[in-house]
């Protein structure tokens, strides 16, 4: 299990609800931010951010990747996704993601996994819940759709580790390609 982030606890300083003090406080076992308010009490507790991407093969096994254009990890490959709407299907928010970031529909084919990693933004490293997807292409041709997030689009090789690859979740599931 990830641990809270010490930062996190700095950078939430207001509570959310009546404006009160936030201090770290032991909550069921767990730190958390909680309003020092006596009368509101509130609880900030922390949950990782559910996050899809989409596995996209073409017919020689190479498998879709973006360049990041944007921190964390510009420059990096990364599988097409990204973090879901309140409220948002899963489904729903790997095609949403997938047409935003590529330019095309897709069909979702199959729930690859669920991995665990970290998305380290405005100076607080979240937790993620990372859902993959494999996907095929049903409209269009991929191209960077949101070119300031994405710079390029390539097709790699899952079986070849030299990839300079963003997120520890990208490996995960490539390393699940190859072991099927």
């Known amino acids: 299990m990830l641990k809270l982030d010490g ?4 950078v939430y ?22 309003c020092t308010n006596q009368i509101c009490g509130f609880i900030f507790w922390q ?3 559910p996050c899809v991407v989409t596995i996209i093969q073409d017919a020689r096994g190479l498998v879709l990747m973006t360049k990041r254009g944007i921190e964390p990890d510009k420059g990096k490959l990364d599988l097409p996704g990204g973090f ?4 948002e299907h ?3 928010a790997a095609r949403r993601e997938t047409r935003e970031e590529l330019g095309v529909e897709v069909e979702i084919i199959d729930l690859v996994g669920v991995e665990m990693d970290s998305y380290f933004y405005q100076e607080i490293s979240e937790a993620t819940l990372v859902l993959g997807f494999t996907a095929r292409i049903v409209k269009g041709r991929p191209y960077p759709a949101d070119p300031h997030e994405i710079t390029s689009v390539v097709w790699v090789d899952p079986n070849n580790r030299q990839h300079d690859l963003a997120f520890t979740n990208n490996e995960k599931f ?7």
Request: charged share 35%.
């Open 7 to 10: 930062d996190f606890l700095k």
């Open 13 to 34: 300083k207001f509570c959310p609800k009546c404006g009160g003090t936030m201090k770290p406080k032991e909550q069921r076992g767990e730190v958390m931010p909680t």
């Open 47 to 49: 949950n990782s951010n």
């Open 84 to 87: 879901m709407k309140l409220g």
């Open 90 to 92: 899963p489904l729903d």
């Open 174 to 180: 490539l390393k699940r390609l190859r072991d099927t």
